[in-house]
Each structure stands twice: as structure tokens, then as C-alpha cells.
């Protein structure tokens, strides 16, 4: 690897600090960047992911490799791209990922940019999930493969990547469990060998989100809608025909629920800051078990609640994603009108891999699950796999 310039994106983690060191190890010149994207601190949980602090540990991990270091800026593009794009999916009554859109937006678009303006012939990440290349006809395809260590695999939060990006990528510790990365960055003497993982949104660190979404969005009471597990609808969803060669498209739609469709038992304080799924932050008590957000109704300012966590409000069987938003990975897969493919996919990071299929028609792809899925949550990825491989993902509609 003589010669090949690497920039290595560094959070001042143990993960992106190993990767660095294995980079060097393999004979690639190595310079470390660190993106500062967020400045302010009055939404932070203090001492929780600092980036003056996470700044600080990455000039250590780069003086003792001995490796270049620098900072970037991004904190302008980072409000642009990441958190008015939060604010305004919020607003309307969906939920974003952040975490995915801070990889398609700044670190695999924005840095790489910068790491190729530097020479770069590749930028490397501290992410748990690999790559591989093969060659089809005369074509080259880039693999993205899920991590070696299945409780730390972080593909998902890739899925929006094209082939362009992952051409010019490296993923140093994809082939590694957590536990070896630890045991290396202490071996070698790293200063983020202990570090604890920091949580939170990508960049900002742990955050009081309903303090960061009233930033921009004010607080407007509204009416709590218990829905009880009887109702109608329920019985006729169950009834509706999920097989493929006779979908009910209607399946991929959430619950339409009325007011009078249950009992208001309390006020909430705007339906934009709650989520399907949701059970902290409700503060409604006086049930047996804990009550959870089936629906949340931003034009009219109600959310809609029910008790357990088996209530059958919170699981459907398919869902459906806009055409225009459906994005693959691997372009030679993908599906004309009215094809169909098996796949395995999931609806949230460390979830597992549901078996399901895919069915392309004009407006939308439909994605149905063989199992009942809990907590569809609009805004947020659906990504589909072969095997180990990802190969797509899109936004959920509704």
C-alpha cells in the first residue's frame, strides 16, 4: 500500500483511532481529520460526548502514530444538510435518522470531497462493516458487507451509500469483534482504549432531544387518544391477503384512527415531538402496563396511544416506500414495474434481519414481512440485504 494516501475520518473513539493504527501497520500514508459540526452546547447532556474533549484524545491518537492531524469546520453545512432537514421531517410528523443522513451528507460526501482536494486516494471510517469488490462482466461492483461482529454492525447506517463512495473507502475494522479493537488500542497504548462509546446524535453527542427540537419547534397541547386493542379495524387488517400474487396494497398503509375511535386520557404537549413506538415521555398513568404512540397526528395536534407493548396498533406487515426515494446500492439489482425479489431486511439499527419481499410497482416499493413488524415509523430506513450483503434501502412513507 506504498504510496496510497488515506484520510481517516477521527471521532476521538477507540474505534476510528484502531482503524488509524491498522491503516499505518498496513504501509499507507495516514492523516487524521477531525470534523467539528455542532457548536451548540445548550441541548448537550454535559460531559457526555464533548467534541472539545473527543478533538483532544485524536491529536493524542495521531501523535502517538505519528500521523498528521488537522480540523475541519462543518458546522454550517452540518445545520444545513442534518438539522433544518431534522426540524422540518419533525414538524411534519416524521422521524429522520440522522445517524444515516450525517453519512450520506458530510462524512461519505462533504469530507470525502475534502480528503480527495488532499490527495486522498481513500478516506476510512471506524465503521463495524466491510467491503468487498468483485467483478461482473467488466464491471466492478462494491460490496457492502455487513460487520464480523453482529452485535456492533453498523451497515444499516450506511444504507444510503452509492457505489462511487464505497469505491473510495476503507473500512480498516469490519473484520474485527469490538472486543479485539479494545484489546488492541490497549496493547498499543491508545488513549481511547477505555473510552466509553458516545451515544447520541451524529456529531452533537447525547441530547435532550425534546429541548433540541423546541429550538424550532413550540409546544402546543393537544389531546391524548387511548385506542383499545378491540377495535374493528385490527380484526379487518388481519383478514386483508399478504401474499404476493394477491397483495392487499392497503397493508402498507398505518392505522387510520378517529377521535371517537378510543378516549382522551390526558394532553400532550405538541404532537411533533413524539414518535411511533414512543413510551418514555408520554406521562400518562394510571394503566397496568406502559402505554406507547400508535400514531401521531400533527395537522390536528393529536397523538394516539395504546396499553402493552403487544397492542396490535403497533404492528403491521408491510410498508411502502415512495419510488423517487428508493435507493440501491447495488444499481444491477435493482427492480422493474411489477418484479419481486426475497430479500432480508430491517427497519431499525440492531434490529434483526426479518425475511421479506420486495415488490416494485410504478409510485412505490412495497416491502412485506413473512413476521409482524413492531413500531413502522415514518422517516426513517428500511434496508434490504442478500445474505451479508446490503443492497438498498429508502425512506418509510407512512
Avoid at 479494545?182 to 453527542?205: H, M, P
Avoid at 397523538?303 to 423517487?324: D, F, M, Q, T, W
Avoid at 416494485?360 to 430506513?381: H, N
Amino acid at each position: 500500500m506504498k504510496n496510497k494516501r488515506v484520510v481517516i475520518a477521527l471521532s476521538g473513539g477507540v474505534d476510528s483511532s484502531v482503524a488509524a493504527l491498522l491503516l499505518k501497520n498496513d504501509g499507507y500514508e495516514v492523516i487524521g481529520l477531525f470534523m467539528k459540526n455542532w457548536h451548540n452546547q445548550e441541548v448537550t447532556i454535559s460531559n457526555e460526548c464533548p467534541w472539545l474533549e473527543d478533538s483532544y484524545d485524536a491529536v493524542m491518537v495521531c501523535q502517538k502514530l505519528k500521523i498528521p492531524f488537522q480540523t475541519i469546520d462543518l458546522s454550517n453545512e452540518y445545520k444545513e444538510r442534518i438539522v433544518d432537514y431534522m426540524f422540518e421531517e419533525y414538524s411534519k410528523g416524521r422521524t429522520p435518522n440522522p445517524d444515516i443522513l450525517c453519512n450520506r451528507e458530510i462524512k461519505f460526501d462533504l469530507f470525502l470531497n475534502i480528503a480527495l482536494s488532499l490527495g486522498a486516494d481513500y478516506i476510512a471510517t471506524g465503521h463495524y462493516c466491510q467491503k468487498s469488490v468483485k467483478t461482473i462482466g467488466n464491471k466492478k461492483i462494491n460490496q457492502l458487507l455487513m460487520g464480523k461482529d453482529s452485535k456492533k454492525d453498523q451497515s444499516y447506517f450506511l444504507c444510503q451509500l452509492n457505489q462511487y463512495q464505497l469505491d473510495k473507502t476503507l473500512f480498516p475494522i469490519g473484520h474485527l469483534e469490538k472486543s479485539e479493537v479494545r484489546q488492541i488500542a490497549k496493547k498499543e497504548g491508545l488513549v481511547t482504549a477505555e473510552k466509553k462509546d458516545s451515544q447520541g446524535l451524529c456529531f452533537i453527542g447525547k441530547v435532550r432531544l425534546p429541548d433540541f427540537l423546541q429550538q424550532k419547534l413550540k409546544p402546543i397541547k393537544g389531546d391524548v387518544i387511548q385506542v383499545p386493542n378491540s377495535l374493528e379495524i385490527y380484526k379487518n387488517y388481519n383478514l386483508k391477503n399478504s401474499s404476493i400474487d394477491n397483495f392487499d396494497t392497503s397493508l402498507s398503509f398505518p392505522y387510520n384512527y378517529k377521535i371517537n375511535d378510543g378516549s382522551k386520557i390526558g394532553i400532550h404537549k405538541g404532537a411533533h415531538f413524539y414518535t411511533v413506538g414512543q413510551r418514555k415521555g408520554i406521562a400518562i398513568g394510571g394503566t397496568k402496563e406502559p402505554l406507547f404512540v400508535l400514531k401521531t397526528n400533527v395537522d390536528n395536534n393529536v397523538i394516539y396511544v395504546g396499553e402493552g407493548n403487544c397492542h396490535p396498533g403497533l404492528y403491521r406487515k408491510a410498508l411502502r416506500v415512495s419510488s423517487n426515494q428508493v435507493h440501491w446500492i447495488r444499481e444491477d439489482l435493482k427492480l422493474n414495474d411489477n418484479q419481486t425479489m426475497n430479500v432480508k431486511a430491517r427497519i431499525r439499527y440492531r434490529q434483526s434481519l426479518f425475511e421479506a419481499k420486495l415488490f416494485q410497482r410504478k409510485e412505490y416499493l412495497y416491502v412485506i414481512f413473512d413476521e409482524f413488524q413492531s413500531s413502522v415509523t415514518p422517516g426513517q430506513f428500511v434496508a434490504w440485504y442478500n445474505g451479508n450483503e446490503l443492497i438498498g434501502s429508502g425512506i418509510i412513507l407512512e
